[in-house]
């Protein structure tokens, strides 16, 4: 037996707001039924397991010890990296390499951690 991703969960002060800014990531809504001052939130983002925002009264620590990658569909890893940062992220380190592999990594406006790869042409044409 083997177990699947059903949700991914991110603590956060402002449910309503995170949800909002990964809502523009993943390109989906929020759910109808989430408002400002909500202690839950979460999105279905297409082709990916539901994610969960979950209110918390302490702020973040330390480094992530889990975080999200992801793989822009329909543009390269560069652009999906300026358009990140113009949505709110911060850029927290920037691990790519002169021959264009790597990733660069970002927090959220409530500073968890996520990466940013190269999209499945930009590998498929260094292949």
């Known amino acids: 037996m083997s177990s699947?991703?059903?949700?991914?969960?991110?603590?956060?002060h402002?449910?309503?707001?995170?949800a909002g800014f990964w809502a523009e990531v993943y390109g989906c809504d929020r759910?109808?039924?989430?408002?400002?001052?909500?202690?839950?939130?979460?999105?279905?983002?297409?082709?990916g397991p539901m994610?969960?925002?979950?209110?918390?009264?302490?702020?973040?620590?330390?480094?992530?010890?889990?975080?999200?990658?992801l793989e822009p569909a329909d543009r390269?890893?560069?652009?999906?990296?300026?358009?990140?940062?113009?949505?709110g992220a911060t850029q927290v380190d920037d691990q790519r390499r002169p021959d264009g592999t790597?990733?660069?990594?970002?927090a959220d406006?409530?500073?968890n951690e996520f990466c940013v790869l190269r999209s499945a042409a930009e590998r498929a044409a260094t292949a």
């Open 4 to 12: 699947g991703v059903r949700s991914v969960t991110i603590d956060c």
């Open 14 to 18: 402002d449910t309503y707001a995170l």
């Open 31 to 47: 759910q109808p039924d989430d408002f400002p001052g909500d202690p839950e939130a979460m999105l279905l983002p297409p082709g």
């Open 51 to 69: 994610v969960i925002f979950v209110q918390v009264p302490e702020g973040k620590t330390v480094k992530n010890r889990m975080h999200v990658c």
């Open 76 to 87: 390269n890893r560069d652009a999906e990296v300026e358009r990140l940062l113009a949505l």
């Open 102 to 106: 790597g990733w660069v990594v970002l």
């Open 109 to 111: 406006p409530e500073g």
